[in-house]
């Protein structure tokens, strides 16, 4: 009988109420997304703290990354040379056209993959989605880039004295091309911020030209200024090491200067790098880097092609620099500078290598002994110190003169130096003994620098009153003496051939003589000469007075004059009119130029003729200079009609290397000139390989079943071993596949090559001698023993150096360098094998002895106790450790390349070396590291899905 509501409880009935009570659910901070991040990112103060600044930092992080990414970084050097990165030197192996052989085992590779996942696995669906995305990114991104408008190239800068370079380039059917010419006739062109691609050779300095116009008064009020208060500073001069060029620095200058020394002009005013006067200067062994020092400590390492600073040193000296020199080999360089101080840097990564100090007098000179160990310090004080680099202590005090050095330097053999006082006396040491050997006296006055010639024969000396003498080293005397009428020789050089002397003083002149007559040959002026000097009107250009008529022609390959509109594809630019373009089509494919003719007559002659202007073409692509794409372009277009690499000829091609891409790079701009060439490259074999992988693992889920699919597949994995050797390598005198050196391979071909030998023939290995350490048997436990300790016990390294060096000490035959790659493999495989070993036993430990006991009781032998009990066990227990060493064993294949065996990491420090990529170390660096990234990813998802199945579970 039911109650009111009145008596519920009450009589001890509860009846439930008519509606249900309203549905209660948790708080929404406490489930979902909102209640993990509480629980697991916010849960406390700290915490929170910690959360937040790491998304701070990381957020910035990813930002630099992708700012860099996007606006700087030239990936060329990445799609330029994907062949090599992935293939070596098969493509230029002595058979051309053999890259079809890697085509055919990646694709035989790919198949077999594809149906082994059929059979035996799976592929998720998130697997089929992400190829299928990656799959649309390769194939539109190069039809999106091609929608894109490429930048404006700025083909030629137009000089007054200088003959205009005509421009060749590549152009298809029905191209839209745009031709301008534009004067540089306004001081205002000068900030103009040009976006594009500029000619990278000194030609294109017209707006660090143009500024220095416009500042040109202040440069003046500073060399009054400095002339005012004594602090004149020397003009720097030295001749390059291939003899082609030298270097001067302005003494009231922050950045130094490259003169041609055939034509007697400048080819390059370097970027601004310095905030005070340069003081010293140094050219690396190799001709491509110069260092610098300044009267504010800094040390700045410059590329000599692209003119601007290719690495800073910083946080070292403290007060002024007197003195840099780089090492024998390039690798560091050594700064010297107030209270004795010397620095040496690696350069490398611009970090301080060591720290020297006598603090007895200013260190005013420094130099490198050839072998490196050495290195020379003239100080304040007159004395000469020997340093010891590598104990970073002084070994000999050189004390003889009476005034402070102001000049030292090695003799190429490096037993013997000469320094330089301002006493006017020149010494000669023995660095064996530190005895001095002989005491030159002839000048008059201090002495401010001296240089040895090549054989060391010859010494030349330069002094404050102008004079230069030349020594014979032997005897001490006097060869010539000549210069008088000069002021004082701050620097000296000899060429290359000892023929030339070059000699920079202090009234701002480079002077360069011959060293066998004394006769002045080339005098280089204009830096900061009076309005009106003729030789180059650097900081005088004025842009006002420009005077030059322009006529621009657009031909065909055979030189006739294209029609546009039924008027011949040509205009002329008198002075006084603005820009002038012409826009057409193109006829046809193939090569084309742009002709341009500068009317001196106009002016009289060159001489007379004053100003600057661009020629600007839009509408073209630059194009690769890789020796595969030159083959394919004139297979396409035919030989071009001027040889671009002939400096007799006045052509600049549209070559990628001769531009450099000026202005901030849109996001746009990287996906036409970034992506868009990437993906180009390597969208067909993306598709190739898809289809391949999709195709196999559809076979192999429709015939998984059948028996005879499953053998002929496991059959095909054991043969596809030799024939994918058989296929790279090739037959003696054979048409069809040719032999291929071992030495031609390379890229990430070679490094999957060891990688997997390495796997297949270390596990094994490994396996036995893991067994064979535990056997009962002393003598084969012992030799397991010894042989896993001691491969265990060196690096790596060292197992590569005895396969490359000391095996064929032992077997000359194996010393070819046919072989070389087969030693490596060797060496790979033994330094892993007894690293796993270690690993598989660590397994068979965890192996219950009554299990083996209990086999025993079943009759079976030690061999199948130990093929069907125990090792299941033990390597389903290991399965992680041993993935792991088979990843390290992937990236450890990198260190061949220390051996010059041009794997992955080898082909890319080649690549790097090139004048043309040595700039784009970082984005080569960074590519290469994605790839071992994903190989090692994959190799680790493959180890984690193995230990989720049957197969790789410890089961209970």
């Given at each position: 009988?039911?109650?009111?509501?009145?008596?519920n409880?009450r009589?001890?009935i509860?009846?439930a109420?008519d509606?249900?009570?309203?549905?209660?659910?948790?708080?929404?901070t406490?489930?979902?997304?909102?209640?993990?991040l509480?629980?697991?990112?916010?849960?406390?103060l700290?915490?929170?703290?910690?959360?937040?600044?790491?998304?701070?930092?990381?957020?910035?992080?990813?930002?630099?990354?992708?700012?860099?990414?996007?606006?700087?970084?030239?990936?060329?050097?990445?799609f330029?040379?994907?062949?090599q990165?992935?293939?070596?030197?098969?493509?230029t192996?002595?058979?051309?056209?053999e890259?079809?052989r890697?085509?055919?085992?990646?694709?035989?590779?790919?198949?077999?993959?594809?149906?082994?996942l059929?059979?035996?696995?799976?592929?998720?669906r998130?697997?089929?989605?992400?190829?299928?995305?990656?799959?649309?990114?390769?194939?539109?991104i190069?039809?999106?880039?091609?929608?894109i408008?490429?930048?404006s190239?700025?083909?030629?800068?137009?000089?007054?004295?200088?003959?205009?370079?005509?421009?060749?380039?590549?152009?298809?059917?029905?191209?839209?091309?745009?031709?301008?010419?534009?004067?540089?006739?306004?001081?205002?062109?000068a900030?103009?911020?040009?976006?594009g691609?500029?000619?990278?050779?000194?030609?294109?300095?017209?707006?660090?030209?143009?500024?220095a116009?416009t500042?040109?008064?202040e440069?003046?009020?500073?060399?009054t200024q400095?002339?005012?208060?004594?602090?004149?500073?020397p003009?720097?001069?030295?001749?390059?090491?291939?003899?082609?060029?030298?270097?001067?620095?302005?003494?009231?200058?922050?950045?130094?200067?490259l003169?041609?020394?055939?034509?007697?002009?400048?080819?390059?005013?370097?970027?601004?790098?310095?905030?005070?006067?340069?003081?010293?200067?140094?050219?690396?062994?190799?001709?491509?880097?110069?260092?610098t020092?300044?009267?504010?400590?800094?040390?700045i390492?410059?590329?000599?092609?692209?003119?601007?600073?290719?690495?800073?040193?910083?946080?070292?000296h403290?007060?002024?620099?007197?003195?840099?020199v780089f090492?024998?080999d390039?690798?560091?360089?050594?700064?010297?500078?107030?209270?004795?101080?010397?620095?040496?840097?690696?350069?490398?990564?611009?970090?301080?290598?060591?720290?020297y100090q006598?603090?007895?007098?200013?260190?005013?000179?420094?130099?490198?002994?050839?072998?490196g160990t050495?290195a020379?310090?003239?100080?304040?004080?007159?004395?000469v110190?020997?340093?010891d680099?590598?104990?970073?202590?002084?070994?000999?005090?050189l004390?003889?003169?009476?005034?402070?050095?102001?000049?030292?330097?090695?003799?190429?053999?490096?037993?013997?130096?000469?320094?330089a006082?301002?006493d006017?006396t020149?010494i000669?040491w023995d660095?064996?003994?530190?005895?001095?050997?002989?005491?030159?006296a002839?000048?008059?006055?201090?002495?401010?620098?001296?240089?040895?010639n090549?054989?060391?024969?010859?010494?030349?000396?330069?002094?404050?009153?102008?004079?230069?003498?030349?020594?014979?080293?032997?005897?001490?005397?006097?060869?010539?003496?000549?210069?008088?009428d000069k002021?004082?020789?701050?620097?000296?050089?000899?060429?290359?051939?000892?023929?030339?002397?070059?000699?920079?003083s202090?009234?701002?002149?480079?002077?360069?003589?011959?060293?066998?007559?004394?006769n002045l040959?080339?005098?280089?002026?204009g830096?900061?000469?009076?309005?009106?000097?003729?030789?180059l009107?650097?900081?005088?250009?004025?842009?006002?007075?420009?005077?030059?008529?322009?006529?621009?022609?657009?031909?065909?390959?055979?030189?006739?004059?294209?029609?546009?509109d039924?008027?011949?594809?040509?205009?002329?630019?008198?002075?006084?009119?603005?820009?002038?373009?012409?826009?057409?089509?193109?006829?046809?494919?193939g090569?084309?130029?742009?002709?341009?003719?500068?009317?001196?007559?106009?002016?009289?002659?060159?001489?007379?003729?004053?100003?600057?202007?661009?020629l600007i073409?839009?509408?073209?692509?630059?194009?690769?200079?890789?020796?595969?794409?030159?083959?394919?372009?004139?297979?396409?277009?035919?030989?071009?009609p001027?040889?671009?690499?002939?400096?007799?000829v006045?052509?600049?091609?549209?070559?990628?290397?001769?531009?450099?891409f000026?202005?901030?790079?849109?996001?746009?701009?990287f996906?036409?000139l970034?992506?868009?060439?990437?993906f180009?490259?390597?969208?067909?074999?993306?598709?190739?390989?898809a289809?391949l992988?999709f195709?196999?693992w559809?076979?192999?889920?429709?015939?998984?079943?059948?028996?005879?699919?499953r053998?002929?597949?496991l059959?095909?994995?054991?043969?596809?071993?030799?024939v994918?050797f058989?296929?790279?390598?090739?037959?003696?005198?054979?048409?069809?596949?040719?032999r291929?050196?071992t030495?031609?391979?390379?890229?990430?071909?070679?490094?999957?090559?060891?990688?997997?030998?390495?796997?297949?023939?270390?596990?094994?290995?490994?396996v036995?001698l893991?067994?064979?350490?535990?056997?009962?048997?002393?003598?084969i436990?012992?030799?397991?023993?010894?042989?896993?300790?001691?491969?265990?016990?060196?690096?790596?390294?060292?197992?590569?150096?005895?396969?490359?060096?000391i095996v064929?000490?032992?077997?000359?035959?194996?010393?070819?360098?046919d072989?070389?790659?087969?030693?490596?493999?060797?060496?790979?495989?033994?330094?892993?094998?007894?690293?796993?070993?270690?690993?598989?036993?660590?397994?068979?430990?965890?192996?219950?002895?009554g299990?083996?006991?209990?086999a025993h009781?079943?009759?079976?032998?030690?061999?199948?106790?130990?093929?069907?009990?125990?090792?299941?066990q033990?390597?389903?227990?290991?399965?992680p450790?041993?993935?792991?060493?088979?990843?390290?064993?992937?990236?450890?294949?990198?260190?061949?390349a220390a051996?010059?065996?041009?794997?992955?990491?080898?082909?890319?420090?080649?690549?790097?070396?090139?004048?043309?990529?040595?700039?784009?170390?970082?984005?080569?660096?960074?590519?290469?590291?994605?790839?071992?990234f994903?190989?090692?990813y994959?190799?680790s998802?493959?180890?984690?899905r193995?230990?989720?199945?049957?197969?790789?579970?410890?089961?209970?």
């Amino acid at each position: 009988m039911a109650d009111n509501g009145d008596n519920n409880g009450r009589n001890g009935i509860y009846v439930a109420p008519d509606a249900a009570p309203p549905d209660r659910h948790p708080p929404l901070t406490t489930v979902g997304p909102i209640g993990w991040l509480r629980a697991n990112l916010f849960s406390g103060l700290y915490n929170t703290l910690a959360t937040i600044i790491m998304t701070l930092l990381v957020g910035w992080f990813v930002w630099e990354m992708l700012d860099w990414s996007v606006v700087h970084a030239q990936w060329g050097v990445v799609f330029n040379n994907l062949r090599q990165l992935f293939s070596g030197y098969y493509a230029t192996s002595p058979s051309e056209g053999e890259l079809w052989r890697i085509e055919l085992v990646a694709g035989i590779l790919v198949l077999l993959t594809g149906l082994g996942l059929g059979i035996w696995a799976g592929v998720a669906r998130s697997a089929f989605i992400a190829v299928l995305v990656i799959l649309a990114i390769v194939l539109g991104i190069p039809i999106i880039g091609a929608r894109i408008p490429e930048p404006s190239v700025y083909t030629s800068l137009v000089e007054p004295i200088k003959t205009p370079k005509d421009f060749l380039f590549v152009g298809y059917e029905d191209q839209e091309v745009t031709i301008t010419l534009d004067p540089l006739d306004n001081p205002a062109d000068a900030e103009t911020p040009y976006v594009g691609f500029l000619e990278k050779q000194s030609r294109a300095e017209w707006s660090t030209r143009s500024r220095a116009a416009t500042k040109y008064q202040e440069r003046v009020a500073l060399e009054t200024q400095l002339a005012e208060s004594g602090e004149l500073l020397p003009t720097l001069a030295a001749f390059s090491p291939n003899g082609r060029n030298a270097v001067m620095t302005g003494f009231a200058d922050h950045a130094p200067l490259l003169w041609d020394v055939n034509d007697e002009t400048a080819i390059r005013r370097f970027q601004a790098g310095h905030t005070a006067p340069i003081t010293s200067l140094a050219y690396s062994a190799s001709g491509d880097l110069v260092v610098t020092g300044s009267l504010d400590g800094s040390v700045i390492v410059w590329s000599v092609e692209f003119g601007r600073v290719e690495l800073r040193l910083e946080g070292g000296h403290t007060g002024p620099v007197y003195s840099t020199v780089f090492s024998p080999d390039d690798t560091q360089v050594l700064s010297a500078g107030e209270d004795g101080e010397l620095i040496l840097w690696d350069v490398a990564d611009g970090q301080i290598s060591g720290q020297y100090q006598d603090e007895s007098s200013d260190a005013y000179r420094v130099v490198f002994h050839p072998d490196g160990t050495l290195a020379l310090s003239g100080h304040a004080d007159g004395s000469v110190l020997v340093w010891d680099l590598d104990a970073g202590e002084v070994i000999e005090y050189l004390d003889e003169h009476n005034e402070e050095i102001n000049g030292l330097a090695f003799n190429r053999q490096g037993d013997k130096a000469l320094s330089a006082s301002a006493d006017g006396t020149l010494i000669l040491w023995d660095i064996a003994t530190g005895d001095d050997i002989q005491l030159f006296a002839g000048h008059t006055d201090a002495v401010l620098d001296v240089a040895f010639n090549r054989d060391g024969s010859r010494a030349v000396s330069g002094s404050a009153d102008g004079t230069l003498i030349v020594w014979n080293v032997a005897t001490g005397s006097i060869v010539r003496q000549f210069g008088e009428d000069k002021g004082a020789i701050e620097s000296v050089g000899y060429s290359r051939n000892g023929q030339q002397i070059i000699t920079g003083s202090a009234d701002r002149t480079l002077t360069l003589w011959n060293a066998n007559n004394g006769n002045l040959l080339v005098e280089y002026e204009g830096v900061w000469d009076d309005v009106g000097n003729e030789t180059l009107r650097f900081y005088e250009l004025d842009l006002a007075e420009y005077n030059l008529e322009l006529t621009v022609r657009l031909q065909d390959a055979e030189g006739n004059v294209l029609d546009a509109d039924g008027k011949p594809a040509e205009f002329t630019l008198s002075p006084g009119e603005d820009a002038r373009a012409i826009t057409l089509q193109l006829p046809d494919d193939g090569w084309y130029m742009v002709d341009i003719e500068r009317n001196d007559a106009i002016n009289g002659n060159r001489r007379n003729n004053r100003g600057y202007g661009w020629l600007i073409v839009d509408g073209i692509e630059l194009y690769s200079v890789q020796e595969s794409a030159t083959r394919q372009r004139e297979e396409e277009f035919g030989v071009p009609p001027a040889d671009c690499n002939d400096t007799q000829v006045m052509v600049q091609c549209a070559q990628e290397r001769d531009f450099r891409f000026e202005g901030t790079r849109t996001f746009e701009e990287f996906v036409s000139l970034q992506l868009s060439p990437f993906f180009a490259r390597m969208d067909g074999t993306l598709l190739v390989g898809a289809l391949l992988f999709f195709g196999g693992w559809a076979l192999g889920k429709l015939g998984g079943q059948q028996r005879l699919l499953r053998r002929t597949v496991l059959t095909s994995w054991i043969v596809a071993f030799p024939v994918v050797f058989i296929i790279l390598y090739g037959f003696n005198d054979s048409s069809v596949l040719p032999r291929v050196p071992t030495s031609f391979w390379g890229g990430f071909l070679l490094t999957m090559l060891l990688t997997f030998v390495g796997i297949t023939a270390s596990f094994p290995l490994g396996v036995g001698l893991a067994l064979g350490r535990r056997s009962h048997l002393p003598v084969i436990k012992w030799i397991c023993t010894f042989f896993i300790e001691v491969v265990r016990g060196v690096p790596l390294i060292t197992i590569l150096f005895m396969a490359k060096h000391i095996v064929p000490f032992f077997w000359s035959a194996l010393a070819s360098s046919d072989l070389m790659i087969p030693r490596m493999m060797v060496g790979l495989t033994l330094f892993s094998a007894a690293y796993l070993a270690e690993n598989v036993r660590g397994g068979l430990q965890i192996v219950p002895k009554g299990q083996i006991e209990a086999a025993h009781a079943l009759g079976m032998n030690p061999l199948y106790t130990t093929t069907f009990i125990v090792l299941p066990q033990a390597l389903r227990a290991v399965i992680p450790a041993i993935m792991g060493q088979f990843i390290s064993l992937f990236k450890d294949t990198s260190l061949v390349a220390a051996l010059f065996v041009f794997d992955l990491v080898g082909i890319v420090q080649n690549i790097v070396t090139t004048e043309i990529y040595r700039p784009y170390k970082r984005e080569a660096y960074i590519f290469i590291a994605i790839i071992y990234f994903i190989v090692s990813y994959v190799m680790s998802d493959a180890s984690r899905r193995l230990e989720a199945t049957g197969s790789g579970s410890v089961r209970n």
